[in-house]
């Protein structure tokens, strides 16, 4: 396979990702914390082959990206007011909040009765996922690697393994999302990120 680069800001750019997406393809793009991979959530065959390209736990639940908060409601089947508090206070930004599940998630994305959703603060991306809706997205590099925070950091742990990738420059964030257990009941770091606990308790209150 091919793997073609385009700037993101090529006027090409998110036409042919949408193109590549809606035919079941996988494309690496930039967000807030670092590169990512992503497939149409709710194409299971598409979304599987995210962890087959990175050599990943097929178990492991994969993030859902969101445009904006409208289309939160196609990935969960509650947002609790803990949940809203830290949607209102810390999206668009470096935060993926887990809830329960919607019904209509496939098994590709998680097994679990809850799903971690974000949205990414970066205009290119955020545009992008307002055309595709809601994408499963896991970080763009092979299983036991660094997380990529430039384009070619991608290309040279996928290349010729997906069909696209979307180049934006250095990522401003360079470090993974904070995730952070909204399901049950008080609120729970799963992975320490840019956000801390203190904000995130903080921003409770």
């Not at 990935?75 to 508090?85: C, F, R, W």
């Not at 991306?125 to 991608?154: D, F, M």
């Not at 990738?165 to 257990?181: A, C, E, F, N």
């Amino acid at each position: 396979m091919q793997t073609l680069m385009l700037a993101i800001n090529d006027p090409k750019a998110l036409k042919t990702a949408l193109d590549v997406l809606s035919s079941g393809g996988l494309v690496a793009f930039p967000t807030d914390t670092v590169y990512g991979l992503g497939a149409l959530a709710f194409n299971e065959r598409a979304v599987s082959q995210i962890s087959d390209v990175k050599g990943r736990d097929m178990e492991k639940a994969i993030p859902i990206l969101v445009g904006d908060l409208s289309q939160v409601k196609l990935v969960t089947s509650e947002m609790n007011s803990q949940s809203e508090k830290l949607a209102r206070r810390f999206w668009p930004g470096p935060l993926t909040i887990i809830m329960p599940r919607h019904p209509t998630i496939p098994n590709a994305v998680t097994s679990m009765a809850t799903v971690g959703v974000r949205i990414p603060n970066f205009l290119p991306t955020l545009e992008l996922l307002r055309l595709t809706g809601p994408l499963a997205v896991s970080s763009a590099n092979l299983a036991g690697q660094g997380s990529p925070s430039t384009a070619r950091g991608v290309q040279a742990q996928l290349d010729g393994k997906i069909r696209l990738i979307l180049d934006g420059g250095v990522t401003p964030g360079g470090t993974p999302s904070t995730v952070v257990d909204c399901a049950q009941g008080q609120p729970v770091i799963i992975r320490e990120g840019p956000i801390s606990l203190e904000q995130i308790l903080n921003a409770l209150t």
